[in-house]
């Protein structure tokens, strides 16, 4: 359990990659992480474009300049048609595919590749450049790749609130 934590820790937003190419196994450890999340009702609602090509990538960072330059960008959305819907209405798509990021990040870290959350795009604009169907929900773009040997992480990375602030027995 200890190296999980380790993990965990170290895991940072790289912002700066450098553009040797990320090898078909290990993307492919990072996809099936990503498979295999937990979601609920195990209804897997969860779908992933690789966006590799310099189209594909061109159309990302036409939407946003938080790409990085990494040499891929996952775009990761849920299906609506798909998600589990609770008796309140409400859609656990978006829960479902952010746990899987969560994995997918993690397993990038453990093979020795950068990650970094983005959200910082209209949505509205992204899912019209990547054609997206209406039952596709886009949840968050994630540069992925090589960490350039000056990625460092961000200086609040390591600032975290007191666990007493964050949790509460009952």
């Not at 299906?79 to 990021?101: E, L, P, Q």
């Not at 959350?117 to 209406?134: I, S």
């Not at 540069?143 to 992480?153: A, E, L, Q, T, V």
């Amino acid at each position: 359990m200890d190296d999980f934590l380790q993990l965990a820790k170290d895991r940072h937003s790289v912002r700066l990659f450098d553009q040797r190419k990320i090898e078909q196994e290990k993307l492919d450890k990072i996809l099936e992480a990503g498979r295999v999340a937990p979601t609920a009702a195990n209804f897997q609602p969860q779908r992933i474009f690789v966006l590799e090509s310099d189209e594909a990538l061109a159309q990302a960072k036409a939407v946003t300049p938080f790409c990085f330059n990494a040499p891929m960008v996952l775009l990761i959305c849920w299906d609506r048609n798909v998600s589990w819907k609770a008796i309140d209405g409400h859609d656990s798509g978006v829960v479902d595919a952010t746990i899987a990021i969560t994995q997918m990040m993690l397993e990038a870290q453990d093979l020795g590749l950068g990650t970094c959350w983005v959200r910082g795009y209209d949505k509205r604009v992204l899912d019209k450049v990547f054609g997206l169907p209406e039952n596709l929900e886009s949840v968050a773009l994630l540069p992925i790749g090589y960490p350039d040997k000056r990625s460092k992480p961000h200086s609040v990375h390591y600032s975290r609130i007191p666990i007493e602030d964050m949790v509460s027995y009952l």
